[in-house]
């Protein structure tokens, strides 16, 4: 017989992969407004659609992340790049009912009867922390614990990130470089007056990689994944609050109020968006009371 009381464990709270549009929209509209002044100004793409100063800069400024990153913080960076372009932002109020059932059951029949359902649970963070309730450890052990989990995982995402940061100050130098050998060219055909302003122009489209690939891509993508963590890491301390509160044996109602500091933004927003009740929306016109007027007495 299937118990009652189980709570039905969601598959993942870090959310479904979806695609980030911000991200895609803000690149169409960066490159839709350099390239269309650059159409408007008179230019025309081919004029910076150049396959050796793209070679320069992508391959100079990759070199260099090579030397700088450790292979394993390399790895991870790249696979970070998936998170850019796939929103995965968790739903905190979901985790939030998820923890109170949890919470409320503990309360009825004791810390002991979550023993089930932690090992069925899918999140890891929170099949972790809640199995170190059920075992009975002493509640500041389990949040030395989580809190190192935390803080190791901040570290080896701000190195990540610093990966793409770096690579968005290597770009523009190395685009100097690139324009640089550009004019070490034109040096050559001093003689062909024409030459030498077609290679001048062409010199230059080195530094205009570098500087839009840094600040378009590699110094916009790190600060993507900072985000992205950013909201992974109130997840995971959201979790540490609320498996705390049940091993304090915390009220399901006081636990819901406490976890509030994390969702209250988003439940005040859905509360806004929410249509009124015809109860709600007639309630100021019942409450105003018609005035009558006093006759004044002869």
């Known amino acids: 017989m299937a118990d009652e009381n189980k709570i039905e464990s969601k598959p993942e709270n870090k959310g479904a992969l979806r695609p980030d549009l911000v991200t895609i929209a803000g690149l169409v509209v960066a490159f839709a407004g350099i390239l269309g002044g650059l159409l408007m100004e008179g230019g025309r793409i081919r004029d910076v659609a150049q396959i050796t100063a793209a070679m320069i800069v992508l391959g100079g400024t990759i070199g260099a992340v090579m030397v700088s990153t450790p292979l394993h913080v390399l790895k991870g960076a790249v696979v970070r790049v998936r998170g850019v372009f796939l929103d995965s932002t968790p739903d905190l109020s979901q985790i939030t009912e998820e923890v109170i059932g ?3 059951k503990a309360r009825k029949n004791g810390i002991v009867s979550l023993e089930q359902e932690a090992e069925e ?5 929170l099949r972790k922390a809640l ?9 500041q052990e389990i949040r030395k614990m989580l809190e190192l989990e935390i803080d190791t995982a901040d570290q080896r995402s701000e190195a990540e990130a610093k990966v793409f940061e770096s690579a968005g100050g290597y770009a523009p130098t190395v685009g100097i470089i690139g324009a640089v050998l550009g004019l070490i060219q034109v040096m ?13 122009a062409v010199a230059f489209v080195a530094t205009v990689y570098g500087v839009a690939s840094a600040n378009l891509l590699f110094l916009p993508i790190g600060s993507k994944i900072k985000a992205r963590h950013r909201a992974e890491s109130q997840r995971q301390e959201l979790i540490l609050e609320g498996v705390s509160g049940i091993v304090e044996g915390l009220n399901p109602k006081l636990l819901r109020e406490k976890l509030r500091a ?4 988003a439940d005040a927003k859905r509360a806004a968006e929410a249509p009124k009740t015809p109860a709600e929306s007639k309630a100021p016109a019942e409450s105003k009371a018609p005035e009558t007027p006093v006759k004044a007495e002869a």
């Open 262 to 265: 994390f969702t209250g933004a």
């Open 102 to 104: 949890y919470a409320t």
């Open 121 to 125: 649970i899918a999140d890891p963070f």
């Open 188 to 200: 050559k055909n001093l003689a062909n007056i024409d030459e030498v302003g077609h290679g001048i």
């Open 131 to 139: 199995n170190l309730a059920v075992d009975g450890t002493d509640l």
